[in-house]
């Protein structure tokens, strides 16, 4: 087998073993191995536990390092190999293998200054790049200011119903509680009241059981009855 040449040797370490590609936001977990933080994050939704993907260990928590060497050495792999002229990248013209330079306003596409002399874009209007990003990043940061606003309205909104809702229930407790009063209350004068009445019941009874000599047959004892009327015995 062929040995491998340093510059492969030494880009393999900065590889993420889970994403196969150069390592993004680099940590490091206590066993030591190095991972992208959202690999390493996923792998531990997916799988419900905290364990390192290389070497198995489960871990108490998720305690995630950042190594910043690891990190800094991935980057400078990927300049190397998506620059490795170390030049400015720029964008050609497939037809005519010429740099895109015009942005045409109706296409809305960039093309080179030949594709601009031609049939097809002979009527359309053109401007230099740099014009058409300041252009639309202008629109775009006008689109984004309006979207805050409308977010922070919302937010607004969003906070006032969360306080009339929270009102409302803090009314509806304080009702609550004064019928639970007001119904306790009641329970305690009916029982009062029925306890009262029980008593003169007893005493009228306890006085009927005395002996007081022969009634007359005419004679009558009135009786309050409490449900309204009286009653002659």
């Known amino acids: 087998m062929a040995s491998k040449g340093p510059a492969e040797s030494w880009?393999?370490?900065?590889?993420?073993?889970?994403?196969?590609?150069?390592?993004?936001?680099?940590?490091?977990?206590?066993?030591?191995?190095?991972?992208?933080?959202?690999?390493?994050?996923?792998?531990?939704?997916?799988?419900?536990?905290?364990?390192?993907?290389?070497c198995r260990e489960v871990f108490a928590d998720r305690t995630l390092r950042v190594n910043r060497a690891l990190a800094n050495l991935a980057e400078k792999a990927r300049n190397i190999y998506l620059n490795p002229k170390g030049k400015e990248s720029k964008l050609h013209c497939e037809e005519h293998e010429e740099e895109l330079k015009l942005f045409c306003e109706r296409e809305k596409t960039l093309i080179c200054v030949i594709s601009g002399d031609t049939q097809e874009h002979r009527e359309h209007r053109f401007m230099p790049i740099k014009e058409a990003v300041k252009i639309y990043k202008d629109q775009l940061k006008s689109s984004l200011d309006s979207l805050t606003k409308k977010k922070s309205d919302f937010q607004e909104k969003e906070q006032q119903q969360k306080e009339k809702i929270s009102g409302v229930r803090k009314q509806s407790h304080i009702v609550q509680s004064h019928i639970t009063s007001q119904f306790a209350e009641l329970r305690q004068i009916i029982t009062e009241k029925e306890q009262s009445l029980l008593r003169d019941l007893r005493v009228r009874r306890e006085e009927d059981s005395q002996p007081n000599g022969e009634k007359s047959s005419g004679d009558s004892r009135e009786y309050k009855d409490y449900s309204g009327g009286n009653i002659k015995v």
Do not use: M
């Open 11 to 54: 880009t393999e370490e900065v590889i993420c073993p889970v994403y196969l590609d150069f390592f993004t936001d680099t940590v490091i977990l206590e066993c030591g191995h190095n991972f992208c933080r959202c690999c390493i994050t996923r792998c531990w939704e997916r799988e419900e536990r905290n364990s390192c993907p290389e």
